[in-house]
């Protein structure tokens, strides 16, 4: 399988190991999607996300997770972006769980994403399949959100 590791798990086959990167805007829509290694630092995604971000022109600041470090903001400024890194509250410290007003929607798109089986288990043999499936998701998202009628899910 041209040196693609694959692994074995319940007689399917399974990718090694992959992360998908989202950027969405304050409604929780999918506006870039990249998918790689599982290996890959956060900084990869956000360079990545930033780069196709960029062309699309109306996006003028960005706020990014913890993981992401000085170079996201530094490629942030190169492409016209302002990148912010969200820090959690220090007076929130130790209380637990804590959502992040902003941060909270890329986590709430991923929710409504796992309602896809087909994104359920990263199955697809090509980071370009799984983005694809990804926003293929999202035109169900949408069309549901416009007329009101949703699509039976796997679950039941």
Same mark, same amino acid.
């Given at each position: 399988?041209?040196? $693609?590791?694959?692994?074995?798990?319940?007689?399917?086959?399974?990718?090694?190991?992959?992360?998908?990167?989202?950027?969405?805007? !304050? /409604?929780?829509?999918?506006?870039?999607?990249?998918?790689?290694? &599982?290996? &890959?630092?956060?900084? &990869? @995604?956000?360079?990545?996300?930033?780069?196709?971000?960029?062309?699309?022109?109306?996006?003028?600041?960005?706020?990014?997770?913890?993981? @992401?470090?000085?170079?996201?903001?530094?490629?942030?400024?190169?492409?016209?972006?302002?990148?912010?890194? !969200?820090?959690?509250?220090?007076?929130?410290?130790?209380?637990?769980?804590?959502?992040? &007003?902003?941060?909270?929607?890329?986590?709430?798109? /991923?929710?409504?994403?796992?309602?896809?089986? $087909? /994104?359920?288990?990263?199955?697809?043999?090509?980071?370009?399949?799984?983005?694809?499936?990804?926003?293929?998701?999202?035109?169900?998202?949408?069309?549901?959100?416009?007329?009101?009628?949703?699509?039976?899910?796997?679950?039941?």
């Amino acid at each position: 399988m041209c040196g $693609r590791r694959v692994k074995a798990e319940q007689g399917r086959r399974h990718s090694a190991g992959r992360k998908r990167g989202l950027a969405v805007d !304050v /409604l929780g829509l999918v506006i870039a999607v990249t998918v790689l290694a &599982a290996s &890959a630092h956060d900084n &990869a @995604f956000g360079i990545a996300l930033l780069g196709q971000v960029a062309p699309i022109g109306t996006v003028k600041k960005a706020l990014v997770d913890q993981g @992401f470090k000085k170079t996201v903001v530094e490629h942030g400024t190169t492409v016209g972006i302002d990148a912010e890194i !969200v820090e959690r509250n220090p007076a929130d410290q130790g209380t637990g769980f804590v959502p992040q &007003a902003k941060r909270w929607i890329v986590e709430q798109t /991923l929710g409504i994403l796992m309602l896809f089986r $087909r /994104l359920v288990r990263d199955d697809e043999s090509r980071p370009k399949s799984s983005e694809s499936r990804v926003r293929r998701a999202m035109i169900d998202v949408i069309a549901g959100r416009l007329t009101g009628q949703t699509t039976p899910t796997w679950r039941g």
